[in-house]
């Protein structure tokens, strides 16, 4: 860990600066509510899946507390492994501010570039139709299943496989980084479903 980011002396915010979109002054802000939030300067993943559950109470199928956590988690989950950059098992200041960053003030090639990491979820480099089915499952259990029509298994699988014949360019069965990449910035609706991560993180 990061001495200097996690005591928030002057040259680690400074080297933040560089690396992040944010000002001295939001990222001195951002600290102080980190550390008081996470007095030990890191946060595990039971801590950030906490966290996430009390931002989406609605995160049902199920109407008990600890399924619509269970989906909080699920998504939680994902998102917490492309903030934990050394995949240690846990997230300090730096690695927050940095993800935050690109989903708050990145550009487009960025977002897209976080999203792959989303969903490319055992990290081989690509996205199969599993993994994907996997991450869009936890995003529509953690909004909640409340739009009209009522959203079920099916439709999301029908979903996944639209989108997932749309990006497999060479039909190899998985979507690279390039494929990806391509599809998204030449289709808006595609790119709009696979940033949903923005109104998620938002």
């Keep these: 860990m990061d001495l200097q980011v996690s005591r928030c002396k002057p040259e680690g915010i400074n080297s933040l600066v560089k690396k992040t979109k944010f000002s001295k002054k939001e990222l001195q802000i951002m600290y102080r509510g980190f550390k008081q939030e996470c007095p030990s300067g890191i946060v595990n993943e039971d801590t950030f899946k906490e966290i996430y559950a009390q931002f989406f109470p609605q995160g049902v199928p199920f109407r008990e507390s600890d399924h619509s956590k269970r ?36 550009t487009l090639q960025d977002k897209l570039n976080w999203a792959f990491n989303l969903y490319d979820t055992n990290q081989d480099g690509c996205i199969s139709r599993d993994e994907m089915l996997d991450v869009v499952t936890s995003i529509y259990e953690l909004m909640g299943r409340f739009p009209e029509p009522v959203i079920d298994e099916h439709t999301i699988k029908d979903h996944v496989d639209r989108v997932f014949r749309k990006m497999d360019h060479n039909k190899d069965g998985v979507i690279s980084m390039e494929e990806f990449m391509d599809t998204c910035l030449q289709d808006e609706a595609i790119t709009k479903a696979m940033t949903v991560f923005d109104t998620v993180m938002g």
Excluded: C, K, P
């Design 71 to 106: 989906h909080a988690a699920s998504y939680a989950h994902y998102v917490f492994r492309t903030f934990d950059q050394d995949h240690n098992g846990s997230i300090t200041f730096e690695e927050f501010v940095i993800g935050l960053s690109v989903l708050s003030r990145g």
